[in-house]
């Protein structure tokens, strides 16, 4: 079983849909959350992080965490054409400031006009 | 501010060779991670390196090596190359913190095809 166990899809919703993302995860020591997204061709871009449990907005994306359940979400509202991209949720197993981030296989969506 | 620059773009290799790839983070970041991403296996942690140092390694093979200048540019090198090492190999840059937000700043990475 992977550590960071993410569905790779495809999901295709038309414009203006709310898009939810998840992520399981089975290592209760990690803290840090992170949803990166990857355009085709293009290197990983950070979206948000959360520390812990709970939510964090920023602007149409909305980030859970469920340290309990050990589950996370990103939620996208209003979907737009240009959010098709590949999403990654990502924990952070590095300790000490350094950075070990495991990823889950990344979800590919698809926003149709 | 100029991006992670990660050179070659595209290289194809035969088995048995070695590859270097090279790595410029972004100017004031010392912090620098290597990911191998394929189709089958994701994103996975190669190796990260802070003041010429390495701090944190993955599971890969000795095969699998790297280092970092007192410029903080780094390189990586694959030897005796195989057929599954193909993949998008992406460097990764950020500013080392208390805390482990996770904030990278990934290259556009370097595609190894092994025939």
């Known amino acids: 079983q992977k550590e960071v166990e993410q569905d790779p899809g495809p999901l295709s919703v038309p414009e203006g849909a709310i898009v939810s993302l998840n992520c399981t995860y089975s290592?209760?020591?990690?803290?840090?959350f992170m949803w990166y997204r990857q355009y085709s061709r293009k290197g990983p871009e950070l979206l948000m992080y959360?520390?812990?449990?709970g939510n964090k907005e920023d602007g149409r994306f909305t980030a859970q965490v469920d340290k309990s359940s050990k589950y996370i979400s990103l939620f996208i509202r209003d979907s737009q054409p240009s959010d098709s991209a590949t999403y990654l949720c990502?924990?952070?197993?590095?300790?000490?400031?350094?950075?070990?981030?495991?990823f889950g296989a990344g979800t590919r969506l698809a926003v149709h006009p | 501010k100029a991006g992670v620059t990660q050179t070659p773009r595209y290289l194809i290799k035969t088995r048995g060779q070695q590859v270097t790839l090279s790595c410029s983070p972004i100017?004031?970041?010392?912090?620098v991670s290597w990911y191998q991403q394929t189709p089958g296996q994701g994103l996975q942690f190669l190796f990260e390196?802070?003041?010429?140092?390495?701090?944190n390694k993955g599971n890969f093979p000795g095969r699998f090596s790297g280092r970092q200048f007192s410029n903080s540019r780094s390189e990586m090198n694959v030897s005796t190359l195989e057929l599954g090492d193909s993949a998008l190999y992406l460097c990764?840059?950020?500013?080392?913190?208390?805390?482990?937000?996770?904030?990278?700043?990934f290259g556009e990475g370097s595609r190894l095809t092994v025939l």
């Open positions: 990764a840059s950020s500013l080392l913190s208390r805390t482990n937000t996770g904030e990278l700043f």
């Open positions: 290592n209760s020591a990690f803290q840090y």
């Open positions: 959360t520390y812990s449990s």
């Open positions: 990502a924990m952070n197993a590095g300790t000490g400031g350094y950075n070990k981030l495991i």
């Open positions: 100017s004031g970041h010392r912090s």
């Open positions: 390196y802070f003041s010429e140092t390495q701090r």
